[in-house]
């Protein structure tokens, strides 16, 4: 019995906060199909590569970045017959969520790398439902796991957290009951003993992430009625 022939790529969609605004890692394609216009990371999957190897090695090729040191995780897969004009293409999807880094550099095959609001619209292939299915799994995952601190560097204040969830959520936040549930919320953050220097105002306490899975309560979005 025959099997049709066809190619597995991996996409990522590489997301970070950067001045208070959820921001997602795109390259600009050097080369045909859809030549200078923007689109998520990505190439094919080596014979011999496992995906996630492929994920980061594409990160690195396309960005000049090292593989996230973040949270990485399998969004989901792709596969519609013409998603791509090149032939029969389906792809693996990885969420990356990564504190704010340097300015990419491209390669291979892309002429640009930069980090773009995710407003971004009309990206190459089908990649403007890959970021939108990338962008609603941090929303939802923010609401009962802990990976917001995944955007922050090993030891933030809970100002900086709430501000993390106010760009990925893309709402305000009431700095007083944030608090009170971040800090009551059991295994989530964990006080440093230390507290911010050098900065105007009353000093900060200083978190990092506890060892929690999964927040109990959770903190839920405003749901639009």
Known sequence: MSYPVFAV????VVLTVREDELCVLL??????PYMDRWALPGGFVHADEDLAAAARRELAEETGLDGPGGHLEQLATYGAPDRDPRGRVVTAAYLALLPDLPTPMAGTDAAAAAWR???????????????ADGVERARSKLEYT???TAFCPPEFTVAALRQVYEAVWGESLDPRNFHRKATSTPGFLVPTGHSTEGEPGRPARLYRRGEAT????PLLRRRAS
């Not at 790529?9 to 990522?12: A, G, H, N, Q, R």
């Not at 995710?118 to 403007?128: K, N």
Request: charged share 25%.
């Open 9 to 12: 790529t991996v996409d990522l």
């Open 27 to 32: 390259v600009r394609r050097g080369i045909e």
């Open 117 to 131: 609001p995710i407003r971004q619209q009309g990206l190459a292939f089908d990649h403007d439902r890959i970021l």
């Open 146 to 148: 802990p990976l917001a």
């Open 214 to 217: 999964l927040l109990n309560p």
